[in-house]
């Protein structure tokens, strides 16, 4: 049975890669201060209260590439077209999308690009848009910064999540609303296999 597929989707340096990192439970993604660190697509495998779930790490998105501004991407200027293509398609394969913003900068213009982005990547399916998408606030590592966190719903992406990554905290809260989230799983296809139910009868035989 194939599992669900999460990407983790934003601009350069909100520290996609350090919670990718916590959530598959080693250090696969490089975690580095400048932003464009991550360029291609990262894959993992995590869990959560048994369930398993497959992890995609993208780089950032940086939304100034077509502008005269220079890019968020400092590690990366040169490949700004190439991450972004791999993040879209990042988008249209995953079951949820984790939408992460940084709580230490506030809501930036770049923030409200990619939101936009993830809104015309939905599609409609009975009322719902897919593939959902959860507002992940990071680097709320004080109370100060989790109490500022309401800001983010200017997105109009929902509910904001205040995780650290970088400490865990939050991250258990955001893994339930994730699961919540999953797809319902198919049912396991057998074919055309046939179950027999033999019984064997013993009559009691006396030896004497």
Known sequence: MAK???????RPN???STLFNRLCGERLAIVDDTPGTTRDRLFAVGEWSGVQFDIVDTGGIDPTSASSKSP???????????????AL????????????????????????EVAQILRQSQTIVDGVAHPPVLLVVNKADSARQRDLVNEFYELGLGEPWAVSAVHGTGTGDLLDELLSNFPEPEPEDYGNSLTVKITVKIKNVNFN
């Open 4 to 10: 669900p597929v999460v990407a983790l989707v934003g």
């Open 14 to 16: 909100v520290g996609k």
């Open 72 to 86: 968020l991407s400092i590690g990366s200027a040169d490949f700004i077209t190439e991450i972004k293509s791999q």
């Open 89 to 112: 398609l990042a988008i249209t394969e995953a079951d949820v999308v984790l939408f992460l913003v940084d709580a230490i900068s506030g809501i930036t213009p770049a923030d409200f």
